[in-house]
């Protein structure tokens, strides 16, 4: 499978999952809220059920005899109580027959009317008049006589509209759920992009990484394939006499190595998991001796190379990781200048943080890369022949200033050349 196909494999798997998630979410949200509307509408209609079954089971005999006479009234020992004209009582011996259809002549389709004699409580029937479909609500009550005979008092009452409204409740829901459903289809084929950015992302690390890998390493291993090629050709020569080869080998193997030193670093900066080992740093005294060595590089190459540190200016940071940063960046000035060009660094307090610059009288940068220099792997060719680092050191830079929690810009040093700074938290008055 290309490429192309997987990730819009992965955004269609993104979208119905979350169409479904959706679509569960909203059928649960719609019988919950049909389930509410139902409660309500037959809540009246169901509470004078119940209060008349109460009645009837209070004096089976009498509410017998008084619905075989079509009488809708119950004798109790607290006076009478009368069902409402709204219910109809459909009395039925033990087969299931009607035992008062005559006093329901006027209502003979509520004849109609299904009965099971194991069903009982609430139920919802459908009856047909005059090709209309009629709605009832449904209550059947077993009782039993003091002579021992079982009767079944089926008691209903018109629901059309209750029914009707409920209808209008479910294709309002129904409705709103299909358009929802169709907006979490839209958003969710724009989400499932984002959900997928991450594959696209590491994809294209790869392909970076890939890209300048095979171009990085293609040089130094043909030089040294070649420098060995030309040895073997002499193999009674002495060393003295093939010194070329060997250092163009040695001086090849040194950037592979430090290719991959670099790229380990890089690595073990953007893991999360990786620990700062935080200690009390005198940045000026720190700065003040590591550049002894690359002063002596920049006076040999004729350069020149100053300092400006202010006393005193403490900071909490990884000793190993900050003398690497200095490091990168002085190595970027020195690489960047020129015999007579001027290298200046300095470490000051500046809006309560330690601020580190380093500024260099060299080549500079063009304005459209200032933005670029701490991508990975970018090199802005400042010089054709001295384009040869790895487009990682400044990148490294980077990483380390925001793992110590700081800041790292990049701008022009006028009249010319680049100004590296760097800012970072110092140490709190009264803590190590």
Same mark, same amino acid.
């Not at 979350?18 to 009246?44: M, P, R, T």
């Not at 009645?55 to 008084?66: K, R």
């Given at each position: 499978?290309?490429?192309?196909?997987?990730?819009?494999?992965?955004?269609?798997?993104?979208?119905?999952?979350?169409?479904?998630?959706?679509?569960?979410?909203?059928?649960?949200?719609?019988?919950?809220?049909?389930?509410?509307?139902?409660?309500?509408?037959?809540?009246?209609?169901?509470?004078?059920?119940?209060?008349?079954?109460?009645?009837?089971?209070?004096?089976?005999?009498?509410?017998?005899?008084?619905?075989?006479? #079509?009488?809708?009234?119950?004798?109790?020992? @607290?006076? %009478?109580? &009368?069902?409402? /004209? *709204?219910?109809?009582? !459909?009395?039925?011996?033990?087969?299931?027959?009607?035992?008062?259809?005559?006093?329901?002549?006027?209502?003979?389709?509520?004849?109609?009317?299904?009965?099971?004699?194991?069903?009982? #409580?609430?139920?919802?029937?459908?009856?047909? @008049?005059? %090709?209309? &479909?009629?709605? /009832? *609500?449904?209550?059947? !009550?077993?009782?039993?006589?003091?002579?021992?005979?079982?009767?079944?008092?089926?008691?209903?009452?018109?629901?059309?509209?209750?029914?009707?409204?409920?209808?209008?409740?479910?294709?309002?829901?129904?409705?709103?759920?299909?358009?929802?459903?169709?907006? &979490?289809l839209i958003v969710g084929w724009f989400l499932s992009k984002t959900l997928v950015q991450g594959v696209t992302e590491a994809w294209e690390r790869q392909d970076e990484f890939i890209s300048y890998a095979s171009h990085e390493l293609r040089s130094p291993l043909a030089v040294i394939h070649s420098s060995l090629e030309l040895l073997l050709d002499t193999?009674?020569?002495?060393?003295?006499?093939?010194?070329?080869?060997?250092?163009?080998?040695?001086?090849?193997?040194?950037?592979?190595?430090?290719?991959?030193?670099?790229?380990?670093?890089?690595?073990?900066?953007?893991?999360?998991?990786?620990?700062?080992?935080?200690?009390?740093?005198?940045?000026?005294?720190?700065?003040?001796?590591?550049?002894?060595?690359?002063?002596?590089?920049?006076?040999?190459?004729?350069?020149?190379?100053?300092?400006?540190?202010?006393?005193?200016?403490?900071?909490?940071?990884?000793?190993?990781?900050?003398?690497?940063?200095?490091?990168?960046?002085?190595?970027?000035?020195?690489?960047?200048?020129?015999?007579?060009?001027?290298?200046?660094?300095?470490?000051?307090?500046?809006?309560?943080?330690?601020?580190?610059?380093?500024?260099?009288?060299?080549?500079?940068?063009?304005?459209?890369?200032?933005?670029?220099?701490?991508?990975?792997?970018?090199?802005?060719?400042?010089?054709?022949?001295?384009?040869?680092?790895?487009?990682?050191?400044?990148?490294?830079?980077?990483?380390?200033?925001?793992r110590h929690g700081g800041r790292i810009t990049a701008a022009h040093n006028r009249p010319k050349g680049t100004t590296f700074a760097v800012t970072l938290p110092v140490r709190e008055k009264g803590k190590a």
């Amino acid at each position: 499978m290309d490429r192309k196909a997987f990730l819009l494999q992965r955004r269609l798997r993104y979208m119905l999952l979350l169409f479904v998630v959706f679509l569960a979410l909203f059928g649960i949200f719609d019988l919950i809220v049909y389930a509410v509307a139902e409660g309500a509408l037959y809540e009246d209609v169901d509470r004078q059920m119940e209060h008349a079954a109460q009645a009837i089971e209070s004096n089976v005999d009498g509410a017998v005899e008084n619905f075989q006479n #079509g009488k809708n009234i119950v004798y109790t020992d @607290r006076g %009478s109580y &009368v069902i409402t /004209y *709204r219910i109809f009582l !459909l009395l039925r011996d033990r087969q299931g027959n009607i035992l008062n259809a005559e006093y329901l002549s006027s209502f003979d389709y509520m004849l109609n009317v299904g009965f099971q004699a194991g069903a009982h #409580g609430m139920q919802t029937e459908s009856v047909e @008049r005059n %090709s209309f &479909v009629l709605y /009832y *609500r449904t209550y059947t !009550l077993a009782v039993t006589t003091s002579a021992g005979e079982t009767f079944y008092v089926q008691m209903t009452t018109d629901s059309t509209e209750i029914e009707a409204s409920l209808a209008i409740i479910l294709r309002v829901l129904v409705q709103c759920t299909l358009a929802a459903m169709l907006l &979490v289809l839209i958003v969710g084929w724009f989400l499932s992009k984002t959900l997928v950015q991450g594959v696209t992302e590491a994809w294209e690390r790869q392909d970076e990484f890939i890209s300048y890998a095979s171009h990085e390493l293609r040089s130094p291993l043909a030089v040294i394939h070649s420098s060995l090629e030309l040895l073997l050709d002499t193999p009674g020569a002495r060393i003295i006499e093939r010194s070329d080869l060997i250092m163009n080998s040695l001086t090849e193997t040194s950037r592979l190595r430090k290719m991959a030193s670099n790229l380990l670093e890089m690595v073990q900066l953007q893991a999360a998991e990786m620990t700062i080992h935080r200690e009390n740093i005198h940045l000026d005294q720190m700065v003040g001796d590591f550049i002894e060595p690359f002063r002596y590089q920049a006076e040999a190459a004729g350069k020149t190379m100053a300092c400006t540190l202010q006393h005193g200016l403490d900071i909490q940071a990884d000793r190993q990781l900050l003398t690497e940063l200095l490091a990168i960046l002085l190595e970027n000035a020195l690489k960047y200048t020129e015999p007579g060009d001027s290298i200046r660094v300095s470490a000051q307090m500046a809006d309560g943080k330690a601020v580190l610059a380093v500024s260099d009288t060299g080549v500079g940068i063009k304005d459209e890369a200032l933005g670029k220099i701490f991508t990975r792997f970018y090199r802005e060719e400042r010089q054709q022949s001295k384009a040869d680092g790895s487009g990682l050191g400044l990148y490294i830079a980077s990483l380390i200033v925001t793992r110590h929690g700081g800041r790292i810009t990049a701008a022009h040093n006028r009249p010319k050349g680049t100004t590296f700074a760097v800012t970072l938290p110092v140490r709190e008055k009264g803590k190590a």
